[in-house]
């Protein structure tokens, strides 16, 4: 049985451009952002990419075009090979209902109701139908898909689908939680038995999306909504919320069953910022100095926390499993997924690298897989994209063959000769095997350096990674000595940097470079096979230095997608201040004439 999954639309970029304002810094407000691509051969996930890795246009929309061709030929398979393309959207007459009553029983007037009521026909005539879907895919791939051969996933069951399977399956409790799906913002509920179980009365509409008005917060305080959540998140790392926090006070209301309301709908920009201006007693000219940017998203961060532990008391009462999955956009907060857990009845707590929504092609692939008795069988490695040999590799570097100088090792001298480099105050792009899926850089495609210099930090935001100096880095370290360098609490294991926790205290001084302001890390622990170069690396570097973990980042800059080819990666290393590159069995330095 072989099922792509896939999410993206090819038209919606340009319809909510123009009916919806999604441009300039709300060019990411629409569905099917993150597009990607997802392979599995009889219930095995043997490929996945996402569409931004290959067009290099960060948090891409557009159809996956590009992730589909490519998983097809990692699979060696071709469109009619493939049984059941599985699309991670399902807008249901019931759920196009729920749309036309969201407008029809809205506050406003009725000529605005009628506009609104034609925009959203011509985005169901063009994007949501089923009509629209099969004209989309063969306008992109030249492929006409029959509609036996399409099966529509509801979005929030292919991302918990991708966090089930991902964690290796079995019975657990649930909250997923994003932006907003094709209706609903919030689902809870459990797995039984294989079967999904959605607590109906605890689900909450995307009129009053928590995800959503932390979104709006971060755009209140200049930066890009559905993008630079995680800026919000770091700031409120410098200081402690409010004490009476304003946002519990006068914009979030907890209501029974986990439920909870917001005063305006996320749209409503405008009433939103004079709100905000108002119980944050600041103005335009303010909402961008430090201290300000501080308060606002310590209390945001304390919102979130507050708001998600109101649901998961409610699950508590509700499920008696001792483990909790957290899936959709909102997961990606790392410092309330600690929280949550530690503070929570729940033993377990999985987080997938594919949480956000790369993740629901895996899911709906997944899904549709299993509904035809494809049971998945699942690796729970992130290594799902493209590898590049010596050849590819070469043929990168002899392209700039005037601005780098490079060596080969032997492949057993790599993670030596890396170590020895990063003893001292170097940063090394690193690019090697298949890359990672997902958000987070996690040892493929990374940027790597000596966590032991304080000014470390200051170094790779100013001069590699090209953004604001109050953003943390996060520390790749061996799972077997994770839990004596950090306080884990609850976790063992935390391999896709999806929690935060305290440095303990006798190694602050030694991984400054690697601790925020606050005490905290947010770790990835490896195991030895999850990644054995990665792990050999990190082995000869402790060796070296007697420091137990490496800064890891992501290899990019600022406002563009992770690297994904040696083209990529050569490009992003001369444009930067980093030191080497180490790609495969190369080592690359700039020239000495540069």
Same mark, same amino acid.
């Given at each position: 049985?072989? =099922?792509?999954?896939?999410?993206?639309?090819?038209?919606?970029?340009?319809?909510?451009?123009?009916?919806?304002?999604?441009?300039?810094?709300?060019? %990411?407000?629409?569905?099917?952002?993150?597009?990607?691509?997802?392979?599995?051969?009889?219930?095995?996930?043997?490929?996945?990419?996402?569409?931004?890795?290959?067009?290099?246009?960060?948090?891409?929309?557009?159809?996956?075009?590009?992730?589909?061709?490519?998983?097809?030929?990692?699979?060696?398979?071709?469109?009619?090979? =493939?049984? =059941?393309?599985? %699309?991670?959207?399902?807008?249901?007459?019931?759920?196009?209902?729920?749309?036309?009553?969201?407008? $029809?029983?809205?506050?406003?007037?009725?000529?605005?109701?009628?506009? *609104?009521? @034609?925009?959203?026909?011509?985005?169901?005539?063009?994007?949501?139908?089923?009509?629209?879907?099969?004209?989309?895919?063969?306008?992109?791939?030249?492929?006409?898909?029959?509609?036996?051969?399409?099966?529509?996933?509801?979005?929030?069951?292919?991302?918990?689908?991708?966090?089930?399977?991902?964690?290796?399956?079995?019975?657990?409790?649930?909250?997923?939680?994003?932006?907003?799906?094709?209706?609903?913002?919030?689902?809870?509920?459990?797995?039984?038995?294989?079967?999904?179980?959605?607590?109906?009365?605890?689900?909450?509409?995307?009129?009053?999306?928590?995800?959503?008005?932390?979104?709006?917060?971060?755009?209140?305080?200049?930066?890009?909504?559905?993008?630079?959540?995680?800026?919000?998140?770091?700031?409120?790392?410098?200081?402690?919320?409010?004490?009476?926090?304003?946002?519990?006070? %006068?914009?979030?209301? #907890?209501?029974?069953?986990?439920?909870?309301?917001?005063?305006?709908?996320?749209?409503?920009?405008?009433?939103?910022?004079?709100?905000?201006?108002?119980?944050?007693?600041?103005?335009?000219?303010?909402?961008?100095?430090?201290?300000?940017?501080?308060?606002? &998203?310590?209390?945001?961060?304390?919102?979130?926390?507050?708001?998600?532990?109101?649901?998961?008391?409610?699950?508590?009462?509700?499920? $008696?499993?001792?483990?909790?999955?957290?899936?959709?956009?909102? &997961?990606?907060?790392?410092?309330?997924?600690?929280?949550?857990?530690?503070?929570? @009845?729940?033993?377990?707590?999985? =987080?997938?690298?594919?949480?956000?929504?790369?993740?629901?092609?895996?899911?709906?692939?997944?899904?549709?897989?299993?509904?035809?008795?494809?049971?998945?069988?699942?690796?729970?490695?992130?290594?799902?994209?493209?590898?590049?040999?010596?050849?590819?590799?070469?043929?990168?570097?002899?392209?700039?063959?005037?601005?780098?100088?490079?060596?080969?090792?032997?492949?057993?001298?790599?993670?030596?000769?890396?170590?020895?480099?990063?003893?001292?105050?170097?940063?090394?792009?690193?690019?090697?095997?298949?890359?990672?899926?997902?958000?987070?850089?996690?040892?493929?495609?990374?940027? #790597?350096?000596?966590?032991?210099?304080?000014?470390?930090?200051?170094?790779?935001?100013?001069?590699?990674?090209?953004?604001?100096?109050?953003?943390?880095?996060?520390?790749?370290?061996?799972?077997?000595?994770? *839990?004596?360098?950090?306080?884990?609490?609850?976790?063992?294991?935390?391999?896709?940097?999806?929690?935060?926790?305290?440095?303990?205290?006798?190694?602050?001084?030694?991984?400054?470079?690697?601790? %925020?302001?606050?005490?905290?890390?947010?770790?990835?622990?490896?195991?030895?096979?999850?990644?054995?170069? #990665?792990?050999?690396?990190?082995?000869?570097?402790?060796?070296?230095?007697?420091?137990?973990?490496?800064?890891?980042?992501?290899?990019?800059?600022?406002?563009?997608?992770?690297?994904?080819?040696?083209?990529?990666?050569?490009?992003?290393?001369?444009?930067?201040?980093?030191?080497?590159?180490?790609?495969? @069995?190369?080592?690359?330095?700039?020239? &000495?004439?540069?």
């Amino acid at each position: 049985m072989i =099922v792509l999954g896939y999410n993206g639309f090819g038209k919606v970029a340009e319809l909510f451009a123009r009916y919806y304002g999604s441009t300039g810094l709300d060019r %990411h407000m629409l569905y099917g952002h993150d597009s990607s691509a997802a392979l599995t051969v009889d219930g095995e996930l043997v490929a996945a990419v996402e569409e931004e890795r290959l067009n290099r246009e960060k948090k891409t929309a557009r159809f996956p075009r590009e992730a589909i061709a490519w998983v097809l030929r990692q699979g060696g398979l071709t469109f009619d090979d =493939v049984d =059941v393309f599985a %699309h991670s959207w399902r807008f249901s007459e019931d759920i196009m209902n729920n749309m036309i009553r969201e407008i $029809t029983d809205a506050d406003a007037p009725v000529d605005k109701k009628f506009a *609104r009521l @034609r925009r959203l026909d011509d985005t169901h005539a063009r994007i949501f139908s089923r009509e629209a879907i099969l004209a989309d895919f063969h306008e992109h791939t030249g492929h006409r898909l029959t509609d036996d051969r399409l099966v529509s996933v509801p979005h929030h069951i292919a991302h918990l689908m991708t966090g089930y399977h991902l964690s290796g399956g079995g019975d657990a409790a649930f909250v997923v939680s994003d932006g907003r799906a094709e209706w609903l913002s919030a689902i809870l509920g459990e797995v039984r038995d294989g079967k999904v179980h959605i607590f109906d009365d605890a689900t909450v509409d995307g009129d009053n999306s928590l995800a959503l008005l932390f979104a709006v917060l971060t755009r209140y305080l200049g930066f890009t909504p559905n993008n630079d959540e995680y800026k919000v998140m770091g700031l409120a790392g410098f200081g402690p919320p409010p004490e009476h926090n304003p946002l519990l006070k %006068h914009v979030v209301e #907890l209501t029974g069953d986990g439920r909870y309301t917001i005063p305006y709908a996320p749209r409503a920009v405008r009433a939103y910022y004079a709100l905000f201006d108002r119980i944050f007693d600041t103005g335009p000219d303010g909402r961008e100095d430090f201290e300000v940017r501080v308060r606002v &998203a310590a209390a945001a961060q304390e919102m979130v926390e507050k708001v998600t532990a109101h649901q998961l008391r409610a699950l508590e009462e509700r499920s $008696t499993l001792p483990r909790l999955l957290f899936e959709g956009g909102l &997961a990606l907060n790392c410092v309330n997924n600690t929280k949550l857990l530690e503070s929570s @009845r729940f033993a377990e707590m999985d =987080v997938s690298f594919g949480a956000s929504d790369p993740g629901v092609a895996i899911g709906a692939a997944f899904y549709a897989g299993q509904e035809a008795g494809a049971t998945p069988r699942v690796t729970r490695s992130p290594y799902l994209g493209p590898a590049y040999g010596d050849a590819d590799i070469l043929a990168a570097l002899e392209e700039h063959a005037d601005q780098v100088d490079w060596r080969e090792l032997d492949p057993g001298q790599v993670a030596a000769e890396t170590a020895a480099l990063l003893q001292d105050k170097n940063v090394v792009g690193w690019f090697q095997g298949r890359m990672e899926y997902g958000p987070r850089a996690l040892g493929n495609r990374s940027i #790597l350096a000596n966590p032991r210099f304080a000014d470390i930090k200051d170094i790779i935001n100013e001069r590699i990674k090209h953004r604001e100096p109050f953003r943390p880095f996060a520390p790749v370290v061996l799972e077997d000595v994770a *839990r004596e360098v950090f306080e884990m609490g609850k976790k063992r294991v935390s391999p896709y940097m999806t929690f935060v926790f305290p440095v303990r205290p006798g190694y602050r001084d030694l991984i400054p470079g690697a601790t %925020h302001v606050d005490g905290t890390s947010r770790i990835q622990t490896l195991g030895e096979r999850d990644n054995p170069l #990665l792990a050999g690396l990190l082995r000869s570097f402790t060796a070296l230095t007697g420091i137990p973990c490496l800064i890891n980042t992501s290899f990019n800059v600022a406002g563009e997608p992770i690297v994904c080819s040696p083209a990529d990666a050569v490009d992003c290393f001369l444009k930067t201040e980093m030191d080497y590159l180490v790609m495969g @069995r190369f080592v690359a330095a700039k020239s &000495a004439q540069r």
